[in-house]
C-alpha cells in the first residue's frame, strides 16, 4: 500500500522541506577546489542541527555520516573522507533529514570550477530528468509514466539510466512505498493520487548503466568508470498538481 498524507502532513513535510533546501543552497556554496568531501558532510551536520532537525542518514543501516558525497564516478551513498575536490570534478550531495516526525530527502550535482561538456550536459540532463519526471507526477498517471518520463529524457540525450538504485515513497519513514525505478518495468504499475509523497530521483550516467559497490559496502561506482549524475526532490501530489516540497519557499 502507497501512504497518502492529509494536506495537514503535507504542511509539515513542506516546513521540514524548506529547512532541507536552505541547508542544500549553504553546501552548494561550500562546493570548491580544495575542500574534502568531509567538510561538505561536516557542514551538513552542524546545519542539520542549527535547525532543530535530525540527520535522516547517520546510523541509518550502519550508514556513518550525515549527507552522501560522490565524486565523478560515484553514483550514490559515497562515504565522505579526505578527498579532495579537483578542478574539472562534478560531486552529488544527498541529504536527508528528519522534521516533525517527518523525514525529507534531496540531492543534487555541482561543477568543480572548470567542467568539461559531456559532464555539463550529464548534469543538466540528470536535472531535466527530474523536471519531466514531476510534470507528469498527477492524479490519474500511472507510476510508469514517471519512470518513462526520465528514461526517455535521458536516453534520448546519449546518457543511460542507474537501473540499481531507485525513487521511493517518503514520509513517516524514509523509505516508503512504492520504490520508482527510473526505468519502465513491467511491473504493475499503480494509478498516482493526490496526497502521495515521493522522492524522485534520477541517477544517470554517461557510459553503461552499470555499477557496483565498493569494498566499504556503501559507495556505488560505475563499472565503466565514467561519471555520474544525481538530481532528487520530495514531491507531494495535491490538488493543484505535484508541489515540491525540498524548495525554498
Not at 525505478?181 to 499503480?190: F, L
Amino acid at each position: 500500500m502507497i501512504p497518502i498524507k492529509t494536506c495537514q502532513e503535507i504542511d509539515k513535510m513542506q516546513r521540514g522541506g524548506r529547512i532541507l533546501a536552505k541547508i542544500m543552497t549553504e553546501l552548494a556554496a561550500m562546493v570548491s577546489v580544495g575542500i574534502t568531501t568531509k567538510d561538505l558532510d561536516e557542514e551538513a551536520g552542524d546545519l542539520i542541527r542549527s535547525f532543530g532537525a535530525t540527520s535522516a542518514f547517520k546510523g541509518y543501516c550502519g550508514y556513518p555520516a550525515d549527507a552522501c558525497v560522490s565524486v565523478n564516478e560515484e553514483v550514490v551513498h559515497g562515504i565522505p573522507g579526505r578527498r579532495r575536490l579537483r578542478e574539472g570534478d562534478i560531486v552529488s550531495v544527498d541529504i536527508g533529514i528528519k522534521q516533525d516526525g517527518f523525514f525529507l530527502d534531496m540531492a543534487q550535482t555541482f561543477p568543480v570550477g572548470r567542467i568539461d561538456t559531456v559532464r555539463r550536459r550529464l548534469i543538466e540532463t540528470a536535472q531535466g530528468a527530474l523536471e519531466e519526471a514531476i510534470k507528469v507526477f498527477r492524479p490519474g498517471n500511472r507510476l510508469v509514466d514517471i519512470s518513462r518520463a526520465v528514461q526517455v529524457y535521458v536516453e534520448t540525450r546519449g546518457f543511460s539510466v542507474v537501473r540499481d538504485f531507485v525513487g521511493h515513497g517518503i514520509g513517516r519513514a524514509l523509505h516508503e512505498e512504492p520504490q520508482i525505478p527510473n526505468y519502465v518495468t513491467k511491473e504493475e504499475s499503480p494509478l498516482l493520487e493526490t496526497g502521495m509523497v515521493f522522492a524522485i530521483e534520477p541517477m544517470i550516467n554517461a557510459g553503461s548503466w552499470e555499477v557496483k559497490v565498493l569494498g566499504d559496502g556503501w559507495t556505488a561506482v560505475t563499472k565503466d568508470k565514467q561519471p555520474s549524475a544525481h538530481f532528487e526532490h520530495t514531491v507531494a501530489l495535491t490538488d493543484k498538481g505535484p508541489v515540491i516540497l525540498t524548495q525554498e519557499g
